[in-house]
C-alpha cells in the first residue's frame, strides 16, 4: 500500500489546494472510534468526520445495509421512479423531530443544500424575503449559505458577491456578551425590528448549539424567546440541527433541551452513518407550500444513502446513543474541569452531550467582548494530539476553540485513552 507520504506527494500534484486536511495521515480502515491509517498507526477518534460518523464508522448495520442496498438498484431518481427508503426515512423524521403535528420531509445531498432549501421554502411559504441568521454561524458552503456563515477566513475570502436579504444578529454568547438569555434575545429582537422589520421576516434560521462557530451554546432562555418572537411576527423559526442532530447531545435534537419546536429543522451529518444525506422536515402546511416540482434534485435521497439512514436510526434505538452521548459528558466534563483548572489557558468549557469545547485565552488579557482568544496555544494542542494519535478538531470565529466530537459509540476505554491523550498535548513537551 501506499505510505502516507506518497500519497501526499501525488496529491499536491492533483488536489486542488484550497481542499485541505487536519491532518496528513492517509486512512487505511475505520471502525468504530479508532482509525488505521495506511501506516499502520492507529488514531483515537474524536472528530466522527464532522458530528458524522454518530453510530462509529463503518458501523455493522449500515454496512450490512449499504450491501443490501447496492446489489438491489444503486439508483433511479426520487422524481423518476420513487422507493420505499425514502419514505421511510421522511416517516422517521417526522416521528424523531420536535413537534407533535403533521409533518413533510424533503431529502438532499448536503447540509448545505438542505439550508438552502429550508430558506426556498420560508420564503415560499411567508411571501416574505428576509432571513435573519447570527454572529458566529456556520450555514455552509455554497453561496446562499455563504452569506449565512459568518466567518471571512477561510470560508467566504473572495468569494464574493454573496445572496442579499440576509440579516446578521448577535448571537448569545455567555463567555463574551455578558448577558443572560432572556435580554440577549430582547437585544436581537430590538434590532431585528429596527433593522430590517417584523413584517418582512420570512425565518429566523439559528444552531440551537453553533457548530464550526465555536460551540457556542446560547444561554438558558435564548432560544425560547426568538422562537416566542417569529411566531408573533409570521415568521418560521428553522433550527439548522445539523451538527446538533441525531442524539449528538444527549437527545435526538438539540432544541428538545428547552422545549423549543421548531417550523422547519435541517439535519444532515448524523443522519446516514457516512453517506451523503440530508433532509429539511417540518409542519405539513409549510412544506406542502411548494407546488409539485419545487423541491429535489438528482442524488436527494439517494437510495444507499437512504438504506444506510435507517439503519442509522436502528442503531441509534437499539444502542440507546442518546443515553450514550450523555454519559459521554458525565465522564469527560470532570476531566475537562480538572483540565481548566490545571491550565488558566482554558477560559471555558462548555457543550452538551458528545459535543464538549475548550476555549482557549490569554490569560488577564482582554479580548473581543471578553478574555482575549488563544489560537496559537490552540494550534499547538491540537498538533500535540496529532502526533500522539489523537484525532481532534479546532473550530471558533476567533480559531481558538478545541471541540471534542467522538462517536457515540466509544467505549470507556478508548474514551480514556483520548482524553489521557488530550491531558497529554497540553503539557510542555
Ligand atoms: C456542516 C454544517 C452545515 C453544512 O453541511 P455540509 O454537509 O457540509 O454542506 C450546515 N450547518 C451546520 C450547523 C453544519 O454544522
Not at 482509525?35 to 454496512?63: H, L, Q, Y
Request: hydrophobic share 45%; charged share 20%.
Amino acid at each position: 500500500m501506499a505510505t502516507s507520504a506518497d500519497l501526499h506527494r501525488r496529491r499536491g500534484a492533483a488536489v486542488a489546494r484550497g481542499v485541505s486536511s487536519t491532518i496528513s495521515s492517509y486512512v487505511g480502515t475505520a471502525s468504530g472510534a479508532v482509525m488505521t491509517d495506511v501506516d499502520g498507526r492507529e488514531w483515537i477518534d474524536f472528530s466522527s468526520g464532522i458530528a458524522v460518523t454518530n453510530v462509529g464508522n463503518a458501523a455493522p448495520k449500515v454496512v450490512e445495509a449499504v450491501r443490501a442496498q447496492v446489489e438491489r438498484f444503486t439508483h433511479t431518481c426520487f422524481m423518476i421512479a420513487p422507493y420505499e427508503s425514502y419514505v421511510a426515512v421522511c416517516e422517521q423524521l417526522a416521528a424523531l423531530t420536535p413537534g407533535d403535528f403533521e409533518k413533510r420531509s424533503a431529502l438532499f445531498n448536503s447540509g448545505a443544500e438542505a439550508v438552502e432549501n429550508a430558506v426556498k421554502i420560508a420564503r415560499h411559504a411567508t411571501g416574505r424575503q428576509a432571513v435573519v441568521v447570527f454572529d458566529h454561524a456556520y450555514h455552509g458552503r455554497t453561496n446562499l449559505t455563504l452569506a449565512m456563515t459568518a466567518k471571512v477566513m477561510p470560508y467566504k475570502q473572495g468569494f464574493g458577491p454573496f445572496a442579499g436579504e440576509i440579516y446578521r444578529m448577535p448571537m448569545s454568547y455567555p463567555l463574551r456578551d455578558g448577558r443572560g438569555g432572556a435580554d440577549a434575545a430582547t437585544y436581537a429582537i430590538g434590532l431585528i425590528e429596527k433593522h430590517v422589520g417584523a413584517g418582512n421576516v420570512a425565518a429566523v434560521l439559528i444552531e440551537p448549539i453553533q457548530g464550526e462557530g465555536g460551540f457556542v451554546v446560547p444561554a438558558p432562555g435564548f432560544l425560547p424567546a426568538l422562537a416566542q418572537w417569529t411566531k408573533q411576527a409570521g415568521a418560521l423559526f428553522i433550527a439548522d440541527e445539523i451538527q446538533t442532530g441525531f442524539c449528538r447531545t444527549g437527545a435526538w435534537f438539540a432544541s428538545e433541551d428547552e422545549g423549543v419546536v421548531p417550523d422547519l429543522i435541517t439535519t444532515a451529518k448524523g443522519i446516514a452513518g457516512g453517506l451523503p444525506l440530508a433532509a429539511v422536515t417540518g409542519r405539513a402546511e409549510i412544506m406542502d407550500a411548494v407546488h409539485p416540482g419545487g423541491l429535489g434534485g438528482t442524488y436527494g435521497g439517494n437510495p444507499i444513502a437512504c438504506a444506510a439512514a435507517l439503519a442509522t436510526i436502528e442503531t441509534m434505538r437499539e444502542l440507546d446513543l442518546a443515553a450514550a452521548a450523555r454519559r459521554i459528558a458525565e465522564i469527560a466534563m470532570p476531566r475537562l474541569q480538572a483540565l481548566a483548572a490545571k491550565h488558566p489557558q482554558i477560559g471555558e468549557v462548555r457543550g452538551r452531550g458528545a459535543m464538549l469545547a475548550l476555549e482557549l485565552v490569554v490569560p488577564g488579557e482582554s479580548g473581543p467582548n471578553g478574555p482575549a482568544p488563544d489560537p496559537e496555544t490552540t494550534a499547538a494542542v491540537a498538533k500535540a494530539a496529532h502526533e500522539s494519535g489523537l484525532l481532534l478538531l479546532t473550530c471558533g470565529t476567533y480559531g481558538n476553540v478545541i471541540r471534542l466530537l467522538p462517536p457515540l459509540v466509544i467505549s470507556d476505554t478508548e474514551l480514556d485513552r483520548g482524553l489521557t491523550l488530550l491531558e497529554r498535548a497540553f503539557e510542555p513537551s
